[in-house]
């Protein structure tokens, strides 16, 4: 059973920047690809980015690519996700999950072991 905890989620304004943590305990961490997706009031869970198990290999929704930068610590088991030039349609709730399933990284039924989410709201 994997744990994974989100934070440094928050409130910002426009064009500002915000670094999340999701900190991963009771699983072989190095050995899992990860993602982060967002879900916004009344809208479905949606892909953001996803890591390979050794950091080597990202994929990027179209409307954050350049702007957010996913990236891993195997050693201190969390993934990060780098999230700059902020815009108000980037406010949701971020959560990261455990790739298990082995489709598509894009797709949210592919993850496992979500954690509780932490809020990012981008002011106008």
């Known amino acids: 059973q994997v744990q994974l905890v989100e934070s440094g989620g928050g409130l910002v304004q426009a064009g500002g920047s915000l670094r999340l943590s999701c900190a991963a305990s009771?699983?072989?961490?190095?050995?899992?690809?990860m993602g982060w997706f967002r879900q916004a009031p009344g809208k479905e869970r949606e892909f953001v980015a996803a890591i390979t198990w050794s950091g080597g290999i990202t994929y990027y929704a179209d409307s954050v690519k350049g702007r957010f930068t996913i990236s891993r610590d195997n050693a201190k088991n969390t993934v990060y996700l780098q999230m700059n030039s902020l815009k108000p349609e980037d406010t949701a709730v971020y959560y990261c999950?455990?790739?298990?399933?082995?489709?598509?990284?894009?797709?949210?039924?592919?993850?496992?072991?979500w954690g509780q989410g932490t809020q990012v709201t981008v002011s106008s």
């Open positions: 009771g699983g072989s961490f190095g050995s899992y690809a």
């Open positions: 999950g455990v790739f298990l399933r082995g489709g598509s990284y894009y797709s949210s039924y592919e993850y496992d072991y």
